[in-house]
């Protein structure tokens, strides 16, 4: 009986240890989480008070002039952090290091925005064939999951897709951004009388999702959320 008990604590030590890992930005133990407390508690945030539609800072948390004087055709952003360093970095590491388990702590983020099921289904942005093969997946899509497993929101990935391949947002000036992606988006569903959430991992100007709740306005949706990750502000 000793002899067994002896092996079973170095089984439960050799597990425990396969279980801890380091933080993926600061190389601490953190123990089964992929980025420690101390990190977690630095990822940068965005303003308290900011505009309801588009996310960026207003005084008092009223709707910006941009958005009074030019709605968008979103009714709602909600985002989870503001992109800057070391969020940034985690995301980049995500889309092109490939590295896929970030997608549930990033998801789990989004989840928790939700105050309730706001939504009919779930629209990832989806992203050109040509850029999806050569990627291997869809970041948006892998954020998605999670939001639909907590919520119980389906996620629709037959009604819309991208049939523009343009040059990558991130290339282009923050001006040249809404003539890059106009008319990139097809959407084949009726979405009369739907409320769609569309998922993201990054705003920056946001022309790439207004152009998708465009094109899902246009097919009848009674409602547009953006949920995205990380909201980049216009630089200072």
Not at 131 to 136: D, E, H, Q
Not at 177 to 188: K, L, S
Not at 212 to 235: I, W
Request: charged share 20%.
């Amino acid at each position: 009986m000793p002899i067994l008990t002896q092996t079973a604590r170095r089984i439960l030590r050799s597990c425990a240890g396969l279980l801890t890992q380091d933080c993926l930005l600061c190389a601490a133990s953190s123990g089964a989480r992929l980025i420690c407390s101390a990190c977690e508690a630095d990822l940068p945030q965005l303003p308290a008070r900011r505009c309801p539609r588009c996310a960026l800072p207003t005084p008092h948390g009223e709707v910006c002039g941009r958005c009074l004087a030019k709605p968008p055709h979103y009714d709602l952003t909600l985002a989870a952090l503001r992109y800057d360093f070391p969020l940034d970095k985690l995301v980049q590491s995500f889309k092109y290091g490939h590295r896929l388990a970030l997608a549930s702590y990033f998801g789990a983020r989004l989840a928790a925005l939700l105050a309730s099921s706001c939504a009919d289904l779930i629209v990832p942005v989806p992203l050109h064939p040509l850029r999806l093969r050569a990627r291997g997946f869809n970041q948006a899509l892998e954020l998605a999951r999670p939001v639909s497993r907590a919520w119980r929101i389906p996620i629709d990935l037959r009604s819309c897709r991208r049939i523009r391949h343009t040059p990558a947002q991130a290339d282009l000036p923050w001006r040249e951004r809404a003539a890059n992606v106009r008319g990139a988006f097809q959407c084949t569903a009726d979405f009369t009388g739907k409320r769609v959430l569309l998922v993201d991992d990054v705003m920056t100007t946001g022309a790439s999702l207004d152009e998708l709740a465009r094109s899902v306005r246009l097919h009848g949706a009674e409602q547009v959320t953006l949920l995205v990750l990380a909201r980049a502000l216009p630089p200072a």
